[in-house]
Each structure stands twice: as structure tokens, then as C-alpha cells.
T-cell receptor, first 115, second 113 residues
Framework: NAGVTQTPKFQVLKTGQSMTLQCAQD?????MYWYRQDPGMGLRLIYY???????DKGEVPNGYNVSRLNKREFSLRLESAAPSQTSVYFC??????????????FGSGTQLSVL | AQTVTQSQPEMSVQEAETVTLSCTYD???????LFWYKQPPSRQMILVIR??????QNATENRFSVNFQKAAKSFSLKISDSQLGDTAMYFC??????????FGAGTRLTVKP
């Protein structure tokens, strides 16, 4: 029961470095999401992908890019990391639309520190 | 844009007692879903309970129940017979039909022995 798998779990970057956070789900879900979690601010949506081949901006997209590589994988890229991007990042997925499917399954998170 | 407000940053309750966490939201949608997620120190996000807006009956999951007031746009979580394992951050969340889920800032709940 892998569910949603994120890698890496921890990462330290220097300002200006780039990196990609990987996310994969094995539940055949259509929709995938990237959130960041900061103290006192809950989870904020960065980008989401409602289906393979589509991506949309969320609340805080600046400084990030995403790729929906296929139905299983949704990656988040920081082209030039900044200290303000220090956060915990969560990937999530959800299944087909329908009353019983409307919920998110989350990965275990990535703690990212930008120095 | 939808917003979710949790007005209680921190709460505490004695073991075996009942506690209610508050949540309000703002939306112009008529069909949507509401959720409470629990985040223990392990950081894992765990779904506690969900409510469809078109259902008048309040959702219940064992010791967890909600008070959903659609007209007031209020969605509170009641935890009965609180247990030490209930200590966690609790997030209220709103999802509209497009599957775009938004979260409140969270309430840190501590259950005291």
C-alpha cells in the first residue's frame, strides 16, 4: 500500500540552487497537487493537475514550476531557491469525481531548508 | 476565492472530555465538500471526517462528529471522549467541484492526562 510517495524526505539547498521534488501515486488517481506548509498558515496550494496533461496555478505559484509527467507522477521544481521557500512540501492526489471520491491522499512530506 | 478560517490557534482538553474545534468558510458555490484532517507530530495528514454540502445530516465517525451549518458557513468538529492520541494539529478544509482543496491555518489540540 504505497499510496503517495514523495522524494526526498529532507533537503538542504543554498540560495540560487535548483531542485526537483518528485511525487508518484499508485492509486490511478486523476488529480494531483502540491502544497506547502508554513507555521501558522496551514497548507497552501502551489499547483495542481486535474488530469494528465493539465496543470493550474494555486494560491502561491511564484517561484515554482510543475510537470505532470504521466498519470502517476507530478513533479515540483524550484529553479532558483530562495530562503522564503523554506517549508514543508506535501504532494497529494485524489480520485475520480464523485461523492465518495472527493478527498485527498497525502504523501509524507518533504522538509526543505534554503540557506 | 474560497477562504477557510480557524479562529482557535490552540486548544486543550482533559482526557475523556469533549472538545469542539471551530471552522468557518466563505464561498459562492452551492455544491462542495468539507473536511477535517489531523496532523500528528509524524507530519502525516490523516482524514478524520468529511461532509458533502448537499447532505443535511451531520457526518459522524466514531468519536468524531461535525456540526454543519450551511447557511452560516460553519463546520465545527466535536471530539468526544478525548484520548491522548488525539493530540495533533487539526485542519479544516474546503473542496469545490474542481477538486481544488483549500485549508485553514489549523488548530493545535493538546489532550492532557
Amino acid at each position: 500500500n504505497a499510496g503517495v510517495t514523495q522524494t526526498p524526505k529532507f533537503q538542504v539547498l543554498k540560495t540560487g540552487q535548483s531542485m526537483t521534488l518528485q511525487c508518484a501515486q499508485d492509486m490511478n488517481h486523476n488529480s494531483m497537487y502540491w502544497y506547502r506548509q508554513d507555521p501558522g498558515m496551514g497548507l497552501r496550494l502551489i499547483y495542481y493537475s486535474a488530469s494528465e496533461g493539465t496543470t493550474d496555478k494555486g494560491e502561491v505559484p511564484n517561484g515554482y514550476n510543475v510537470s505532470r509527467l504521466n498519470k502517476r507522477e507530478f513533479s515540483l521544481r524550484l529553479e532558483s531557491a530562495a530562503p522564503s521557500q523554506t517549508s514543508v512540501y506535501f504532494c497529494a492526489s485524489s480520485g475520480r469525481r464523485g461523492p465518495s471520491n472527493e478527498k485527498l491522499f497525502f504523501g509524507s512530506g518533504t522538509q526543505l531548508s534554503v540557506l | 476565492a474560497q477562504t477557510v478560517t480557524q479562529s482557535q490557534p490552540e486548544m486543550s482538553v482533559q482526557e475523556a472530555e469533549t472538545v469542539t474545534l471551530s471552522c468557518t468558510y466563505d464561498t459562492s458555490e452551492s455544491n462542495y465538500y468539507l473536511f477535517w484532517y489531523k496532523q500528528p507530530p509524524s507530519r502525516q495528514m490523516i482524514l478524520v471526517i468529511r461532509q458533502e454540502a448537499y447532505k443535511q445530516q451531520n457526518a459522524t465517525e466514531n468519536r468524531f462528529s461535525v456540526n454543519f451549518q450551511k447557511a452560516a458557513k460553519s463546520f465545527s468538529l466535536k471530539i468526544s471522549d478525548s484520548q491522548l492520541g488525539d493530540t495533533a494539529m487539526y485542519f479544516c478544509a474546503f473542496m469545490k467541484q474542481s477538486n481544488d482543496m483549500r485549508f485553514g491555518a489549523g488548530t493545535r489540540l493538546t489532550v492532557k492526562p
